[in-house]
């Protein structure tokens, strides 16, 4: 990180709410599960699909976890009643596996047996690397019980290939992304071109071996290899689709669904905004820089 990016980081605590949210705004659907949905139906319109993701992670008290349980079980109820193209993301930070793994495991199997009920699905995010061994460990536990479960590999690690062969038995469901938080080198590509190469090959293998892949990149150069690679596996759509985020390039957004591919866009929502928006943006210098300016320019 650069001493720009770092001043820029260390000045986010001084960036006033409405600042940060009028540059979120395109990224978060709103505070309500209302919100989300509405957000969900925009995108179905637009022919996409949905996974609906409560905003908050890292919680540190139990009656914490309940209520985002009941929310996830809430957000499924609705997907099903109001017959929404969606499923939900999950985040184990939010459901406890700070405060005590067999806590969040038991917050987990709660939504993964409403899931069940609803004929719906369940993806489990993946955050940062202290959590990534505990985060399969799960995985694998909840396959011998559940089929409408996923997970999530970032291309970023060094491990994520030789996590791939461990999972392949299982026929998993993976969705692929890059990774944005900060690693170190030890573990972690900081090379761009590495970071992309191995997503290509995480990719490849997991489709190789007839896994459902969420192809998940805004970065356009990583669709056109795995249109490359679809085309050369002779693939259908129903094996894999791609993934975006709210509000990220919706053109290439609109592209990849007029291309015939199946698309779902990641839709957070959520009380917790603020704290996730500022957040990712200490993640990602570059983006807080647009916020600093942002801010002095609304002082014009």
């Known amino acids: 990180m650069s001493i720009f990016d770092q001043a820029v980081v260390s000045l986010m605590p001084l960036v006033p709410k409405a600042i940060v949210g009028h540059v979120a705004r395109p990224y978060i659907a709103g505070d309500t599960l209302d919100d989300g949905l509405a957000a969900v139906r925009t995108l179905m319109a637009e022919g996409c699909r949905g996974t609906m993701d409560v905003l908050g992670e890292e919680v540190t008290r139990t009656e914490e976890t309940v209520a985002f349980t009941e929310l996830y079980m809430q957000t499924l109820d609705r997907i099903q009643s109001e017959g929404i193209d969606a499923n939900i993301s999950i985040k184990l930070t939010a459901l406890g596996l700070n405060i005590d793994p067999e806590l969040c495991e038991r917050n987990v199997r709660r939504i993964m047996d409403r899931a069940v009920e609803r004929s719906s699905y369940v993806r489990i995010d993946m955050e940062d690397s202290s959590t990534t061994d505990e985060t399969l460990e799960l995985y694998r536990r909840l396959r011998e019980r559940y089929d409408n479960v996923g997970v999530v590999l970032q291309s970023m690690l060094r491990r994520s290939l030789d996590d791939i062969r461990s999972l392949l038995s299982l026929k998993v469901n993976v969705r692929v992304c890059k990774g944005i938080y900060v690693e170190p080198a030890e573990i972690a590509y900081k090379n ?54 709210l509000g990220v390039l919706p053109g290439l957004r609109r592209e990849i669904v007029a291309a015939g591919h199946r698309l779902r866009v ?35």
């Open 266 to 300: 990641y839709v957070p929502f959520g009380e917790a905004w603020y704290a996730y928006s500022t957040r990712r943006l200490k993640e990602n210098p570059a983006v807080a820089g647009h916020v600093m300016k942002a801010m002095f320019s609304s002082k014009k």
């Open 192 to 245: 761009k071109q590495q970071v992309r190469d191995n997503f290509v090959a995480m990719v490849e293998l997991l489709l190789q071996n007839d896994c459902h892949v969420g192809i998940a990149t805004h970065d356009r150069h990583l669709v056109e290899r795995s249109y490359e690679l679809i085309r050369r596996l002779g693939l259908g759509p129903e094996a894999y689709e791609f993934q975006v985020l």
